[in-house]
C-alpha cells in the first residue's frame, strides 16, 4: 500500500490519537474549570478505534501515540492497547506509548508493559504541591509520584513534559531538572499555545520562551546539542554535568512544521492535519458507513493531500495569533 505522502512531500509516520475527552485534571492551559463533555455516542468504540488506527499503521505509520484528555480514565483502555500491540508483534508499527497525567500509573503500569509500551510521557509542570494543585486544578501531586514510581518499577521509561509558564515555574527550573537527573528521567519543556477558552487564563502573560530556559541552563551547565529525534517535534540537548537530556518543543518562538511527520486523530474520528489549524476531515461517518475500510482509507489519503506547510501560532506582535478556539484536551495532548 502507497504511504502517506503529504503535499510537501513529508512521509506521515506519526499518529496521535485521543482515545477520551474526559480527564481527572483540569489543567489551567488545557481545560476550562467546568468542562461540557462529549456525549457517549459521539465517542469513537474502542474497536472502531482499533480499525482507525489499523489502517493508519496500513498506510505506513510507524508510531501511534494515545493520549486524552486522560488516556487511562476510559473504561477498558487497556483491551484497546492489548489489540494494538498485535501490529507491535508483526513489525509493522515500531512503537506504542501515550502521554499520561500520572494519575493511574499505579494501576496500569506494569498491565502497559505487559502489552508493549515502552516508553511513557507523564505531564508534571511542578514539584510543589499546592502549586500542582493550582495548576492541575483537581490533582494530587502525591499520586503522581506513586505512578512515576510504579511505571519505572515495571521497566517503562519515563520522560517529564513541563509546559514552561511564566511567573509559575521559573523558579523550578532547576530543582525539576535535578529531580530528574537523580532519577534517570529525561524532561521536556513545552511552550504554552493558545488554545482553548482563555477565560481568566492569559496565554501571553503566561509565555516564557525556552530561549531564555535554555540560555539559564547554559549559565549553570555544559550543553551540547544532540542530532537525535524521537519522532516527534522536541530538539535535544545533553546535560553534561547530569548526562541527562532536556528536549524543548517550541511552536512558537521556532515552530518545527518543516519536519512534521504526524496528524492527530480526536475521539470523534475527526482528524487535525495540524495541531494549529482547524481544518479537519471526518472519518467517523465513512468509518461507520461500511463494514470495508476502503472509504476510510480513501477519507485519509484526501485529508492528508490537505496537510498545511504549517502553523499559524504566533505571540510575536504581543498578540496570541493563531488561537485556536478548541481545548488541547479535544485534539489530544
Same mark, same amino acid.
Given at each position: 500500500?502507497?504511504?502517506?505522502?503529504?503535499?510537501?512531500?513529508?512521509?506521515?509516520?506519526?499518529?496521535?490519537?485521543?482515545?477520551?475527552? *474526559?480527564?481527572?485534571? *483540569?489543567?489551567?492551559?488545557?481545560?476550562?474549570?467546568?468542562?461540557? &463533555?462529549?456525549?457517549?455516542?459521539?465517542?469513537?468504540?474502542?474497536?472502531?478505534?482499533?480499525?482507525?488506527?489499523? /489502517?493508519?499503521?496500513?498506510?505506513?505509520?510507524?508510531?501511534?501515540?494515545?493520549?486524552?484528555?486522560?488516556?487511562?480514565?476510559?473504561?477498558?483502555?487497556?483491551?484497546?492497547?492489548?489489540?494494538?500491540?498485535?501490529?507491535? @508483534?508483526?513489525?509493522?508499527?515500531?512503537?506504542?506509548?501515550?502521554?499520561?497525567?500520572?494519575?493511574?500509573?499505579? *494501576?496500569?503500569?506494569? @498491565?502497559?508493559?505487559?502489552?508493549?509500551?515502552?516508553?511513557?510521557?507523564?505531564?508534571?509542570?511542578?514539584? !510543589?504541591?499546592?502549586? &500542582? $494543585?493550582?495548576?492541575?486544578?483537581?490533582?494530587?501531586?502525591?499520586?503522581?509520584?506513586?505512578?512515576? !514510581? /510504579?511505571?519505572?518499577?515495571?521497566?517503562?521509561?519515563?520522560?517529564?513534559? $513541563?509546559?514552561?509558564?511564566?511567573?509559575?515555574?521559573?523558579?523550578?527550573?532547576?530543582?525539576?531538572?535535578?529531580?530528574?537527573?537523580?532519577?534517570?528521567?529525561?524532561?521536556?519543556?513545552?511552550?504554552?499555545?493558545?488554545?482553548?477558552?482563555?477565560?481568566?487564563?492569559?496565554?501571553?502573560?503566561?509565555?516564557?520562551?525556552?530561549?531564555?530556559?535554555? $540560555?539559564?541552563?547554559? /549559565?549553570?551547565?555544559?550543553?551540547?546539542?544532540?542530532?537525535? *529525534?524521537?519522532?516527534?517535534?522536541?530538539?535535544?540537548?545533553?546535560?553534561?554535568?547530569?548526562?541527562?537530556?532536556?528536549?524543548?518543543?517550541?511552536?512558537?518562538?521556532?515552530? &518545527?512544521?518543516?519536519?512534521?511527520?504526524?496528524?492527530?486523530?480526536?475521539?470523534?474520528?475527526?482528524?487535525?492535519?495540524?495541531?494549529?489549524?482547524? @481544518?479537519?476531515?471526518?472519518?467517523?461517518?465513512?468509518?461507520?458507513?461500511?463494514?470495508?475500510?476502503?472509504?476510510?482509507?480513501?477519507?485519509?489519503?484526501? /485529508?492528508?493531500?490537505?496537510?498545511?506547510?504549517?502553523? !499559524? &501560532? @504566533?505571540?510575536?506582535?504581543?498578540?496570541? !495569533?493563531?488561537?485556536?478556539?478548541?481545548?488541547?484536551?479535544?485534539?489530544?495532548?
Amino acid at each position: 500500500m502507497a504511504p502517506l505522502i503529504d503535499p510537501f512531500a513529508r512521509p506521515i509516520s506519526y499518529l496521535r490519537v485521543s482515545v477520551t475527552d *474526559r480527564c481527572d485534571f *483540569r489543567c489551567v492551559y488545557c481545560m476550562a474549570e467546568n468542562m461540557t &463533555f462529549l456525549p457517549k455516542k459521539e465517542l469513537l468504540t474502542l474497536e472502531e478505534l482499533d480499525r482507525l488506527c489499523s /489502517a493508519f499503521i496500513r498506510m505506513g505509520v510507524e508510531k501511534l501515540r494515545i493520549t486524552g484528555g486522560e488516556p487511562l480514565v476510559r473504561r477498558g483502555i487497556m483491551t484497546f492497547f492489548a489489540a494494538m500491540g498485535r501490529h507491535l @508483534d508483526s513489525g509493522a508499527l515500531k512503537e506504542l506509548t501515550l502521554t499520561t497525567n500520572g494519575s493511574q500509573l499505579g *494501576r496500569f503500569a506494569a @498491565d502497559l508493559a505487559a502489552v508493549g509500551v515502552r516508553r511513557v510521557n507523564v505531564s508534571l509542570d511542578t514539584l !510543589d504541591e499546592e502549586k &500542582f $494543585a493550582r495548576v492541575t486544578r483537581w490533582g494530587r501531586l502525591p499520586q503522581v509520584l506513586k505512578g512515576i !514510581d /510504579a511505571a519505572q518499577a515495571a521497566g517503562l521509561r519515563i520522560k517529564i513534559n $513541563a509546559v514552561a509558564l511564566k511567573g509559575f515555574n521559573e523558579d523550578e527550573l532547576f530543582s525539576l531538572t535535578e529531580w530528574c537527573a537523580a532519577r534517570d528521567i529525561d524532561l521536556t519543556w513545552i511552550e504554552v499555545m493558545p488554545m482553548g477558552d482563555l477565560g481568566n487564563e492569559n496565554r501571553l502573560d503566561q509565555y516564557w520562551a525556552l530561549s531564555d530556559l535554555r $540560555a539559564r541552563l547554559a /549559565a549553570r551547565y555544559a550543553v551540547t546539542d544532540l542530532p537525535e *529525534r524521537t519522532g516527534g517535534p522536541a530538539r535535544y540537548v545533553r546535560l553534561e554535568e547530569t548526562g541527562q537530556k532536556i528536549g524543548f518543543i517550541t511552536p512558537l518562538s521556532h515552530n &518545527f512544521c518543516e519536519s512534521c511527520n504526524r496528524v492527530r486523530l480526536t475521539c470523534t474520528g475527526e482528524l487535525f492535519m495540524c495541531l494549529g489549524q482547524e @481544518d479537519n476531515a471526518d472519518l467517523r461517518h465513512p468509518l461507520r458507513a461500511s463494514e470495508g475500510d476502503a472509504a476510510v482509507e480513501e477519507a485519509i489519503r484526501a /485529508a492528508i493531500s490537505r496537510k498545511p506547510k504549517g502553523h !499559524d &501560532f @504566533d505571540y510575536s506582535r504581543q498578540r496570541a !495569533d493563531g488561537q485556536m478556539s478548541r481545548h488541547m484536551s479535544h485534539t489530544g495532548g
